[in-house]
């Protein structure tokens, strides 16, 4: 009897160890399969949020892209955790279309003005062609369902300025959505405004960027709209936009950009004394070769080739390397 009891009893206690490292290895793997609907896990929306936030309200711009950049690897790990978690995907688009724009610490309507949205750095555009990858796979994981504005927008933009997609199929992919919109960002609102004016809609464009896009509450409003009014082919307005700039800018910078701009206009007008003499006031605010180029463009087409040759041997030798400066050159 005594061996019999024993038995069972030891027959008891390995029966609770088996039943025990069950219900761990059942709890583990609960744990492991629901990770990202756990709000103790190491990382999750909100606090990538946050993040996100608060490290775009860093001050210093190096000290900005750092934190941004080690947010991207935290990003990554968390899209490997979250596959078929489309949020995962935005999240991330989000901070790429952050880091596209803070390399060059410019916004969209700085760098528009500046004439150098085709000059993105090869960095800024590896990451817009993220967001571009990141939103089309949320876009997939939503079965085609809609998408926030915003980030259908952030799409639009990084496939505008990377060259990703056309301007008529970018234009398509949010003019449905935007107009009935009514709460856009200013850079939004300048964005979409541009992308129509691209897109053969410039009455459209201007329009919508009169009603929307702050164009008479700022300097780089009015720059912005004078631009606008350029690209629109609406010269005369255009003239006029940048002329009354200049009268009030005190601004050396905005007053480059004005002659920069009136230059380019006259030129397109065969207005080559006009033109030359905005490019010449641009010049001696600064010393672009860039300006340099246009003013032996203008001497050319008013017959001073020996004024063009001067001007164009010393962008030469300001940049050797600049290919357009050597073509000139050689032909004339």
């Known amino acids: 009897m005594y061996y019999r ?132 796979k949320a876009i997939a994981l939503n079965d085609d369902n809609d998408i926030e504005l915003d980030d259908l927008l952030s799409l639009a933009k990084a496939a505008f300025l990377t060259g990703y997609y056309g301007n008529d199929y970018i234009y398509t992919l949010v003019n449905s959505r935007i107009e009935s919109e009514e709460n856009i960002s200013v850079e939004n609102a300048r964005f979409y405004s541009l992308l129509s004016i691209m897109s053969g809609k410039a009455d459209e464009g201007l329009e919508y960027l009169r009603r929307k896009g702050a164009v008479d509450d700022s300097v780089q409003g009015k720059l912005f709209m004078a631009r606008a009014l350029t690209d629109g082919m609406k010269y005369t307005d255009a003239i006029m936009a940048f002329q009354s700039i200049l009268k009030g800018a005190e601004d050396v910078n905005v007053q480059r950009i004005c002659y920069l701009n009136l230059g380019r206009i006259y030129f397109n007008q065969s207005l080559y004394r006009e033109s030359l003499e905005q490019y010449t006031a641009a010049l001696n605010i600064s010393a672009d070769n860039n300006c340099r180029i246009w003013i032996a463009k203008n001497h050319f087409a008013l017959g001073e080739k020996e004024k063009a040759l001067i001007i164009l041997n010393e962008a030469a030798a300001a940049d050797p390397a600049n290919e357009e400066v050597m073509q000139l050159l050689s032909v004339k």
């Open 5 to 136: 009891y024993k038995s069972k009893k030891k027959d008891r206690r390995l029966l609770k160890f088996i039943i025990f490292v069950g219900l761990a290895g059942t709890l583990v793997y609960m744990l492991y399969t629901n990770k990202a609907k756990l709000t103790f896990w190491r990382i999750n929306q909100n606090r990538i949020i946050k993040s996100i936030d608060d490290v775009s309200r860093i001050q210093d711009p190096v000290k900005r892209v750092e934190e941004l950049k080690k947010l991207g690897e935290d990003l990554e790990s968390y899209k490997k955790e979250n596959v078929l978690d489309p949020e995962a995907y935005i999240l991330a688009s989000k901070l790429y279309m952050k880091l596209g724009f803070n390399l060059d610490n410019r916004s969209f309507s700085e760098m528009y003005i500046d004439d150098s949205l085709s000059s993105l750095s090869r960095e800024s555009r590896s990451y817009l062609i993220l967001v571009i990858r990141d939103l089309n």
